[in-house]
Each structure stands twice: as structure tokens, then as C-alpha cells.
């Protein structure tokens, strides 16, 4: 019977892994590319080399490995199988990774031309992308909170994108529209309306798988997307009609509670594990729980804060987000979802896979999460001190170097179990 | 008619899966298998139904999934 294992609904092991494998080297170039501006790229917040960094992470990083967990998760966990898998990975990891390097290409050297370019790439791959998993979303029977939550995050990444046309559009093409209002409502979307959603969703499912935890409560897991896309949409509304301070202040903090209180459920769900495990992956989960509630202490601040001190509470605030948060969830999820995807290939492949917990030795994950660490601490601390984007992009880009090698090690270990059982066939 | 349990809801994935399809080779044409788990096994469905057994599963108050195999008849 274990011989005999199909699981029909995974998808073709190349459809998330190149996704998965890729997200990595954007880290690199990302902690290569801090070196390379150094301090100015803190002091010149807002410029066209910073909004380059941002894209490198969101786009290269954070968007490649979420589209190719959710082609992964969406089939696997709840029966949602998506329209001709390979076309559609190949699609959007091409436009992913082309785009992204074009855009951030465009931002850094001030090419239009560049930007030209990865506009139409990174919306025509991206609305394919978000159009084909949506529908399969919608078509499976599957219930519950995760499948929800799934549907409007992969809704929110089709505004998202939108926006994100519009804004690059208004300023490679010159078309008549608010960039200033646009710019903060696309990063909105992103982040909580993607982002936050997708991440809550997919933890409904591998925290208490993973980490043994209790579930997490039935109320909180139907709340939390919707209020938090009732939230972005209100927000979009207060900023482009240009509602007053206060309104605009408000609903913000209420994005960052819909943060803090997700992170603190997952806090308080870990303490009461079943098994006293301390792998890699509770450690990134446990660190990007805690940046999150660090950010919205820094959110809750900012409307009191002035100048310049305003400017770096605000880049505090985002890298605690996006460095803190979302590539230390990602980074926790990629030492769990690789193994499975490589042990499901094995285990088509062989009468007795190996142990899907010893493909990533956990000492080399555990230590690739303190590096992750210490990249985290020196560029949360570089707005005060700029200097420290130093040792920040160079931990950075060690770290996901890291991440890559252990990875790739994972890899190499299943094709040459595949190749063995290949050998030993009859 | 015998039966057998396999409690898995302290178990990492994938032994919950491994232990389970072990248990299906000996399971004869009257035995029942329960496995307990805080989750419902989507991929284990498919893979029941294409290998000729069909299977109930009841949630309990505490969040526990019991899922009662039996060969197809």
C-alpha cells in the first residue's frame, strides 16, 4: 500500500520548487544590494534605490515563494487543483523573477526603458496567475477557514497588482494618476491584503500540523481575513478620497491590531504545544510573531513622532514587517513545505522514503535561523545607525545563502535516493 | 469483526500517513481502523478511494477528527 501511495492532488514536484528555490537567490542579491548602496539607502528613505530594495524582497523573495506555496497547498490541503500546473508555474516564475529583476533594475539605475518592460511582465503574469488559482479556489467543495482566507488573499494579490500597474504606469508612462495616494494603498494590499491573509490561512493549517499546537479557534480563524480586507478596504477608501489624519490613523492601527492579535494567538498556541519541540521552524514562526508585535508598537507610536524621527520609526516599522515578519514566516515555512514536496516524490518512487524530518539536518536549520536573527537585529537598529546595514546586508545575504545550500542539500539527497531506487528496480 | 486505533494526533506528518497505510494492508474485510487526528486528512481521502476502502469521519468537541476506515464492499 505504501508502494502504492498517489496523491493526485499534488502537483508535478518542478511546479513549486522552482518557485521555492528561487525565493532564496532574490535574498542574496537582495543583502548584496544593501552593501552595495550602504548607509544612504536608510537616509534617503523613499528614493528610487530603496523602493528597488523593497521590490527585490517583496517581489523576489516574498511574492516567488508565496505563489509556489499556495500552488503546493492549494491542491494538497484542500482539493483546489489548479488549471494545467506547469503552464502555470512556468508563467508566473518566469514573469516573477524577470520582472522582478527588470523593476528593480528600472528603480536603481532611474531607466524607464526597464521599468517599461517589467510593467506588462510582471501584470500579465501575475493576473494569470491570480485568475487560474482563483478559480480553482472557488471551484473545490472544500470548507473551513483556509480555503476562505486562500480566496481573498489570492483576491487581494489581484488588487494588489493593479494597483501596483497603476502606480509604475503613472510614473514610467506618464499617466495622469495620484501617485501619492496610490503608492501607500497598493503597499497596504500587499502586505495585509495578501500577505497577512495568506499567511494567517496557511497557518490554520501547518501550525497545529507542524508545531502540534491546539487549533486555532473557530471565531478567531473566520474573523481575522475578513475584517482584515474590510479594514484595507476602508483604508483605501480613507486615503484616495483623502479623509482627515485621525480617520486615516485609525484605520491603520486597526491593520496593525488584526497583525498583533493573529501574532499573539500563534504566541500563546505555541506555548500550549503538545510536544516540546524547538525546531527551526518554531524558532522563525516565534521570531516573526514577536517582529510583528514590535511593529505595531512601532505603528502605535508613529502618529506622535515628528521630522525625522518619524521617518525612521516609519522604516523601523517596515522592515520590522517585511524582514521581521514575512521572510522569517516564509523562511520557517520553506523547511517544511521542500521536505514534503521532496518526500512525496520519494515515496512514489520508493517501498520506504526516508524520514521527511531528517532531509534538512536540524542543526544546519537551527543555525541558519540564528544568522537569520542577527541579520534581522542590525537592520532593525540601521535607521538609528546607519552603519549597521553593513553587517545587516551581509547576514542577510549569508543567511539566505544558507538557506539555499540546505535546501539544494535536500534536493540532492532525494534525486540520488530516486536515482538508487531506479538502479535496484527490477 | 476486529478493529484497531491509531492515535495520531501527537504524531509530526507524515507518520500519521505512514502508519495509517501500513495498518490498510492488514485490515480485513470486516475490521474497522480509527485514527484520531486534530485535522481531516484531505490527501488521505483520495488515496482511500482509489485503493477500494471507504471511510466516515466524526469531529469531537475537543477538535479531534475520528476517521473510521473499512474496505469498500
Redesign the interface.
Known sequence: MAAALSFEQAPPISVPLRFLLTAPLFGIVFGVFLLWQGPELVETRGGFPALAATHLVTLGFMLQAMCGALLQVSPVSTGANVWRPRLVAWVAHTGISAGALALTAGLAAERLGWLRLAVPVLVASMAFYAVVVLAALLRTSARGATIAALRLAVGALAVTVALGAAAAGAFAWSWPLPVAQLAPVHAAWAVFGWGLTLVAGVSYLVVPMFQLTPAYPAAFSFWLPRVVIGAVIAWSVAHMTEAGAGVRSMLGLVLLACGAVFASVTLRLQRRRRRKLTDATFSFFRIAMISMLAAVAAGVVLPWAEGGLRVRIELVLGILLLIGFFVSVINGMLYRIVPFVLWLHLQKRMPIAPNMNQLVPGARASAQSRLHLAALACLACAPAWPPLIYPGGALFAASCAMLEWNLAQALRVCVRLSAAARGSAP | MAGKVIDA??L???EPL?LT??A??DLGADDELVLLL??EP??LY??LR??GFCHRTESRAD?TFEIRIRRAS
Open positions: 494526533r501527537d509530526l506528518p507524515p505512514e497505510l501500513s490498510l494492508d486534530y485535522r484531505h490527501p483520495s488515496i482509489d485503493n477538535g
